[in-house]
């Protein structure tokens, strides 16, 4: 299984960013996949959850409104879309299934 995030940068607060993960190495089209977050000196927090045809899908309150999931099973990739950034959302993204785990892609909220 591999997982590659890309996307995150530097953003202003109130700004956009999409990141994207890159799946292969199992039936990407069979599984729900995750984003997962950790900010610094914190822990492992739940951020997205979509099921295997993208028909629902799930957020973390704080994300709930400003956050969008999708995925593109013919492309084997997943997304998520961050709308109105706040200093909060300063962390590290990973995408996940199960025990698998992406090297993570750093988001970087600052004025």
């Known amino acids: 299984v591999y997982l590659v995030e890309s996307g995150g940068g530097l953003v202003q607060p109130g700004g956009s960013l999409r990141l994207s993960c890159a799946a292969s190495?199992?039936?990407?089209?069979?599984?729900?996949m995750s984003w997962v977050r950790q900010a610094p000196g914190k822990g492992l927090e739940w951020v997205s959850s979509?099921?295997?045809?993208?028909?629902?899908?799930y957020y973390a309150e704080s994300m709930e409104g400003r956050f969008t999931i999708s995925r593109d099973n013919a492309k084997n990739t997943l997304f998520l879309q961050m709308n109105g950034l706040k200093f909060e959302d300063t962390a590290v993204y990973y995408c996940n299934i199960g025990a698998y785990w992406g090297q993570g892609i750093q988001v970087t909220v600052s004025s």
């Open positions: 979509i099921t295997w045809n993208g028909g629902k899908s």
């Open positions: 190495g199992f039936t990407f089209d069979s599984h729900a």
